[in-house]
């Protein structure tokens, strides 16, 4: 079986990370580590996660250098075979790390998976679900001959859909 790494970028997060954190220890396959890197927080999050301190979560404190820098600071220390991504202020449905592991341990033509997500509001109100361009409306790109519209290629979607 895959170990499984689960990198939380964060940033003044501090109101939502215990949610995130706990929908990971609901797990019906718990991840092998958590890498969290706080992005120079000045709220309670560092605080928060020391609070949390157990085996398998590791924080790495960096000083603010925007999302980007910090989900990549957390995949590069990541010790995973896989590694998911976790927003600090989004959660895991409790069954996402095993079917997604699973998806990835027994088809080895997928090098990559994703799922639609539920949406929820600041206080965890469903929103309804986003299904990546299926539900998206197209927007214009900065490049006025080229506008981004759904297609088959699972890469050209993820670039212009997040």
């Known amino acids: 079986m895959a170990r499984v790494s689960v990198v939380i970028p964060s940033y003044n997060h501090e109101r939502f990370l215990g ?3 706990d929908s990971l220890d609901a797990q ?3 991840p092998d580590e958590v890498v969290v890197v706080d992005d120079g927080s000045n709220d309670g999050s560092v605080a928060l996660l020391r609070r949390r301190a157990r085996p398998g979560l590791r924080v790495i ?8 820098a910090a989900l990549n600071r957390g995949i ?4 995973g075979d896989l590694v998911f991504l976790l927003n600090s202020d989004d ?8 079917r997604l ?6 088809d080895d033509s997928a090098a990559f998976a994703a799922s639609w997500i539920r949406l929820i509001d600041a206080k965890g109100k469903p929103l ?21 519209v759904a297609t088959s290629n699972a890469q050209w979607n993820l670039l212009q859909g997040n």
Do not use: C, D, I, Y
């Open 61 to 68: 404190e960096q000083e603010n250098r925007g999302a980007h």
């Open 76 to 79: 590069e220390e990541s010790t």
């Open 19 to 21: 949610a995130a954190l």
């Open 128 to 148: 309804g679900v986003k299904e990546a361009w299926r539900n998206m409306h197209p927007w214009q790109a900065r490049f006025p001959e080229r506008t981004f």
């Open 101 to 106: 592991a699973g998806l990835l341990e027994t």
């Open 91 to 98: 959660r895991f449905a409790p069954n996402r790390v095993e």
């Open 28 to 30: 019906t396959r718990p």
